[in-house]
């Protein structure tokens, strides 16, 4: 049998504060690297100019920093379009991965609302909309036609004109 026993919670505290102190000595160990590295960049690459000289040489270290400026800002701009290119492409294929994996529709959820209800709520309560779609329809009254007395008449003769005509189209 194993006697798995738990730690108690001011000890988790403690071991917690303990791996917080070290984490933090780490990062601040870590933000000394970059500086020194920052600095050693700097060091190497722009050197410190000579500013004791007549103005010919002065003027020389000028042209220099410009040429050194130019070149940087070559560099920078290079980057930069790398940079925009890896960008588009990596947006490009974020929108593969969705198309891939397909968009999937939430469940819709039954919502018990009157039409002028969602009206409101998608118009704003500045706007006053009335759904009430009847309303808005033209009254068209209803005409009763009144077939003549003699239509009615007798249901015989009707039959009998009927056999007329179906003579009619059998002789021809």
């Known amino acids: 049998m194993s006697h798995d026993k738990k ?55 000028c042209r220099k920093l410009a040429a050194l400026i130019d070149k940087v800002d070559e560099e920078r701009y290079d980057l930069a379009g790398k940079v925009g290119k890896a960008d588009k492409e ?31 709520a998608l118009l704003g309560s500045k706007h006053t909309v009335n759904m009430d779609l009847r309303s808005n329809l033209k009254q068209v009254k209803k005409e009763v036609k009144e077939e003549p007395a ?3 008449g007798d249901w015989r003769k009707n039959i009998e004109d009927k056999a007329d005509r179906k003579k009619m189209f059998e002789t021809s």
């Open 90 to 120: 990596i947006d490009d294929l974020k929108i593969k991965v969705v198309d891939l994996a397909g968009v999937k529709k939430p469940a819709l959820k039954k919502v018990r609302m009157s039409a002028d209800a969602m009206l409101k």
């Open 7 to 61: 730690m108690t919670s001011s000890r988790k505290h403690h071991l917690k504060s303990v791996m917080l102190q070290i984490a933090a000595s780490w990062i601040e160990g870590e933000k000394k690297e970059l500086i020194a590295a920052k600095q050693a960049y700097m060091d190497e690459s722009c050197p410190k100019p000579n500013l004791s000289g007549d103005q010919a040489a002065l003027m020389d270290t």
């Open 150 to 152: 003699e239509a009615v």
